[in-house]
């Protein structure tokens, strides 16, 4: 991504339009702090980066790894130097943050000449954005995809057209905000494109508004995703290269560019496919009620190591979690039969997906334990 700002930065959009590549590059735009900016209505995307250099300490929903921090910095850095985006601006920015409500959310809008961009900002650091992305596997709808619904109607409202996409969990809020929104508005829309997003409830699937706007909905996905064949998604799947292994592919400035666009690849990695397979059947096998309790139950264990951010957890993982799992474990052994159970389902979703994993001896054991 970075390599293709410094090589055709400065191609204006009247020699080349707008490609899958400039609307990642927005999608990692809309991590940035712009809440920082009081009044970014009007801003061009040169002028973005030195209007983010305000001064004052990050909250908790800006703190970031610290490879993503440099990534991210390396591209508001190329992003002032490329002419291509000196006539794209800030058309509006949302942002809301509930932690007991468990609401992550953020939206930005861009116009370019004349058209509406709409991006959508993935899961950030919290616990809460992360409780909100599992909430996904049991709620038809969460509190973002209503907000998402609403931004798009608005910002779409006195386009001509509209193109509408996000990375991660703002891929999903992407597609569910096209499916979702007045018939009006589904008519200006371009294309819906998430970037290794989780997909929509089967419900959206099957509903008229996703009818209308399913040939223009569009998902990216690198080799070894993960994130990406989660759910139902869009016919239209597009596999591409990403210079770095596994999981971490995830990050769209992994991603590789050939020319003005990304690189292809063949296929995904046999890994990455048998593991989304497996993730798949084990939420297929889960009864709804069961999702929710496992979640919950997760999310309850790690809120009471004192944790607030992923970076929190991380560092104190052993330290906190395991002792607060021991104690949970004799206090509300209902929960942690749930839990156990999960891993149970988990473990024999893998092993008839990839059919080496164990022995027909301890599969039969796992069947006959679930059928408890």
Not at 4 to 32: H, K, T, W
Not at 154 to 162: H, I, V
Not at 213 to 240: C, H, N, T, W, Y
Request: with cysteine; hydrophobic share 40%.
């Amino acid at each position: 991504m970075l390599e293709y700002l410094n090589r055709y930065g400065n191609v204006p959009f009247s020699q080349a339009p707008m490609n899958d590549v400039d609307l990642a590059i927005f999608a990692e735009l809309v991590y940035c702090p712009l809440e920082r900016i009081a009044r970014p209505q009007g801003l061009s995307l040169n002028a973005l980066p030195a209007a983010l250099e305000q001064p004052g300490e990050p909250d908790v929903t800006q703190v970031r790894f610290q490879y993503q921090m440099r990534d991210q910095q390396r591209l508001r850095q190329a992003l002032a130097q490329a002419r291509r985006y000196e006539n794209v601006r800030v058309k509006a920015f949302r942002r809301t943050f509930d932690d007991p409500g468990q609401i992550q959310f953020a939206a930005l809008a861009l116009e370019v000449e004349g058209a509406a961009v709409v991006i959508y900002r993935g899961t950030d650091n919290t616990l809460a954005g992360w409780k909100e992305d599992f909430n996904l596997a049991y709620m038809e709808r969460i509190p973002a995809q209503e907000m998402a619904v609403s931004f798009l109607e608005e910002m779409l409202a006195d386009a001509k057209e509209g193109r509408v996409c996000g990375h991660s969990k703002g891929g999903n809020l992407a597609l569910y905000a096209a499916a979702r929104c007045r018939e009006d508005i589904q008519a200006k829309i371009q294309c819906a494109l998430s970037l290794d997003g989780p997909g929509l409830h089967e419900n959206v699937i099957a509903s008229p508004g996703y009818g209308r706007v399913a040939d223009r909905m569009r998902l990216i996905i690198p080799r070894a995703s993960l994130v990406g064949l989660l759910f139902e998604q869009p016919e239209k799947v597009r596999i591409v290269e990403s210079a770095v292994l596994g999981l971490h592919q995830h990050d769209p400035m992994t991603w590789k560019t050939v020319g003005m666009d990304f690189q292809n690849a063949a296929d995904q990695t046999r890994t990455g496919k048998l593991l989304g397979q497996a993730v798949r059947r084990l939420i297929d096998r889960m009864p709804v009620e069961m999702r929710e309790d496992f979640v919950e139950a997760i999310y309850e264990i790690v809120r009471s190591t004192g944790a607030e951010t992923v970076n929190d957890l991380v560092r104190g993982w052993l330290k906190n979690t395991v002792p607060v799992m021991r104690q949970r474990y004799h206090s509300d052994p209902e929960k942690y039969e749930v839990i156990q159970k999960t891993a149970l389902l988990f473990w024999l979703s893998a092993a008839e997906t990839f059919g080496d994993v164990l022995p027909d001896r301890l599969l039969q054991q796992l069947r006959d334990r679930l059928s408890k």
